[in-house]
């Protein structure tokens, strides 16, 4: 099956800072990574996907890239904001399962 | 749409008794899948079904462990015996099999066994 690795861990970042959440892949067929955001007790939520024929998608402050050659690709989240702090998710689609990444806590210090 | 419904929100027991957990996929949703989350092992992936049969239940741990979807709008995690090492929050998520789709969570059971 898939394999995907996400780091860092933990990210703390100072409010109006950039924050960089990076994943990678073992298995190239996967055509479908999305994005998932969870905040204490609540359920994960998409925030935003790229499908493997895109590189980069921008919603908002919101980016993507995807870096098929290289099998990883990146959340990046610009003029951080308090509310922006949850544990993030990253997930490579295969075939009808999705593989779930360790989740990265992020820390928006006003 | 009122997205993916799952009860009860929690549940306390005590150990060696049923438990069962209910979802009702978003409407038109083909796809159905049980996760368990927890701080060790993050979210694992315990059964999905398309068209309400079974596809893979790998991820299912033990025999304890059941699950069931009578029909496109109604499925069920069983746990009998349950023990205290099944304290989790177990989600339902489902989604539609054309192209690449999104996996919509439900709001979770947090399920603790005493």
């Known amino acids: 099956g898939e394999n995907v690795e996400q780091h860092p861990s933990t990210l703390s970042v100072q409010e109006g800072d950039s924050a960089v959440i990076k994943c990678t892949y073992s298995d190239s067929a996967s055509n479908y990574f999305p994005w998932y955001k969870q905040e204490l007790g609540k359920r994960p939520q998409l925030i935003i996907d790229i499908r493997s024929n895109v590189g980069e998608k921008k919603d908002q402050r919101i980016a993507v890239t995807l870096n098929k050659t290289a099998k990883h690709f990146s959340l990046h989240i610009t003029e951080t904001q308090p509310e922006d702090s949850a544990v993030y998710f990253c997930a490579a689609s295969l075939g009808d399962k999705f593989y779930f990444g360790s989740g990265t806590k992020l820390n928006v210090k006003p | 749409d009122a997205g993916v419904i799952q009860s009860p929100r929690h549940e306390v027991t005590e150990m060696g008794q049923e438990v069962t957990l209910r979802c009702k996929p978003i409407?038109?949703?083909?796809?159905l899948f049980w996760y368990r989350q927890t701080m060790m092992r993050g979210l694992e992936l315990l059964i999905y079904?398309?068209?309400?049969?079974?596809?893979?239940d790998s991820g299912m741990p033990e025999d304890r462990f059941s699950a069931k979807m009578p029909n496109a709008s109604f499925s069920t995690l069983k746990i009998q015996p349950s023990e205290p090492r099944d304290s989790a929050v177990y989600f339902c998520?489902?989604?539609?099999?054309?192209?690449?789709?999104?996996?919509?969570f439900g709001d979770g059971t947090r399920l603790s066994i005493l």
């Open positions: 409407s038109g949703h083909d796809y």
């Open positions: 079904f398309n068209n309400n049969v079974p596809i893979d």
């Open positions: 998520a489902s989604s539609l099999s054309k192209g690449q789709r999104p996996q919509h």
